[in-house]
T-cell receptor, first 113, second 111 residues
Framework: GESVGLHLPTLSVQEGDNSIINCAYS??????FIWYKQESGKGPQFIID?????DKRQGQRVTVLLNKTVKHLSLQIAATQPGDSAVYFC????????????FGTGTRLTIIP | EAQVTQNPRYLITVTGKKLTVTCSQN?????MSWYRQDPGLGLRQIYY???????DKGDVPEGYKVSRKEKRNFPLILESPSPNQTSLYFC??????????FGPGTRLTVT
């Protein structure tokens, strides 16, 4: 079946630097993408989303980039802080409005003080 | 406070003993889902519901049942739990946007 994966399982970044977390997807019909953050002992938390008709979307300190040609999604976090340490998941659905979501396996981001 | 609650938070049980994990949300959300999270596999959707009395299978529904008799509640039922259902379970809800709110998780161990 289709899968959503991540290039790197772990990433360590110096506090204050920018971080980039990558996600590859294989379903060419994927229509909608979401990034979640999961801190230790907690449930995932929505960060930012993007539709397939866009290639970039910005939030507060975060930017999501979508490259449909190579089926690649990235999450950029600017000026990382210790509170950014968490596991980050991408998720996708092939039909916006559809409740079925497929999640990636996650990347653990560690911020080095 | 807007939240999704799950109970119990931790449960150790034996094979075959029926159990129910409750999920409740206070945001009047139409959509609710159950996920399991396993190391190396990420979050996998078990069942979802798009409104009262409307439920459908996710990616890993085998061995689970759900019901949605009221908008706020979406219990997950394991009729005959087996050790391969040992996992961390999350309930989630959302309104018309995709900003899902997740519960705190239920860690289930089946021996």
């Amino acid at each position: 079946g289709e899968s959503v994966g991540l290039h790197l399982p772990t990433l360590s970044v110096q506090e204050g630097d920018n971080s980039i977390i990558n996600c590859a997807y294989s379903n060419s019909a994927s229509d909608y993408f979401i990034w979640y953050k999961q801190e230790s002992g907690k449930g995932p938390q929505f960060i930012i989303d993007i539709r397939s008709n866009m290639d970039k979307r910005q939030g507060q300190r975060v930017t999501v980039l979508l490259n449909k040609t190579v089926k690649h999604l990235s999450l950029q976090i600017a000026a990382t802080q210790p509170g950014d340490s968490a596991v980050y998941f991408c998720a996708e659905t092939a039909n916006f409005g559809n409740e079925k979501l497929t999640f990636g396996t996650g990347t653990r981001l560690t911020i080095i003080p | 406070e807007a939240q999704v609650t799950q109970n119990p938070r931790y449960l150790i049980t034996v094979t075959g003993k029926k159990l129910t994990v409750t999920c409740s949300q206070n945001m009047n959300h139409e959509y609710m889902s159950w996920y399991r999270q396993d190391p190396g596999l990420g979050l996998r959707q078990i069942y979802y519901s798009m409104n009262v009395e409307v439920t459908d299978k996710g990616d890993v529904p085998e061995g689970y049942k759900v019901s949605r008799k009221e908008k706020r509640n979406f219990p997950l039922i394991l009729e005959s739990p087996s050790p391969n259902q040992t996992s961390l379970y999350f309930c989630a809800s959302r309104s018309s946007s995709y900003e899902q709110y997740f519960g705190p998780g239920t860690r289930l161990t089946v021996t």
